[in-house]
């Protein structure tokens, strides 16, 4: 079974702290951002690891259109795959193998970058690190939703 999601800094650092594209190799940001949703709501259904489009759209508070968009773009890369749930008369999605073993070399790829960047400028001076590229982060999104002076 997968380790906690939680568990996981390393992981969180890259995907929300220090959003590039440039630590993915193996797939896309876009993609293994989906795939970790997918994965959340896997290990958090009380349905038997069912991930119902509902519930995912609802988790990454997006329209049920784009997610079924961007959820059939994974299924065309073989990261995903749909099953029916004939008693809920539902479709649901499913992670394939490639798709786990993808988020597992990337996990570990994030997880030597993240070592090798404590090492470098220490625990204390990433953090602070951190709280300034959030800082930054939110007065950029505060200037995106300020309408333009003439």
Not at 50 to 69: E, N
Request: hydrophobic residues 35%; contains cysteine; negative net charge.
């Amino acid at each position: 079974m997968m380790e906690s999601l939680l568990n996981h800094k390393e992981e969180q650092f890259f995907l929300d702290d220090f959003n590039v594209d440039r630590i993915f190799y193996t797939i896309e940001r876009a993609d293994y951002l989906f795939l970790y949703h997918i994965k959340h709501c896997e290990t958090q259904s009380k349905q038997g690891k069912r991930v119902y489009l509902s519930v995912l759209a609802d988790t990454m508070h997006m329209p049920i259109p784009q997610i079924s968009k961007a959820v059939e773009s994974l299924r065309n890369k073989g990261y995903v795959s749909w099953k029916t749930d004939s008693e809920a008369g539902k479709t649901y999605v499913k992670l394939t193998s490639k798709a786990v073993e993808l988020m597992r070399d990337e996990r570990e790829r994030m997880a030597n970058s993240y070592k090798r960047i404590l090492e470098e400028i220490g625990e204390e001076e990433l953090e602070r690190t951190i709280r300034t590229m959030r800082t930054i982060t939110g007065i950029l999104k505060e200037m995106a939703a300020e309408p333009e002076e003439d």
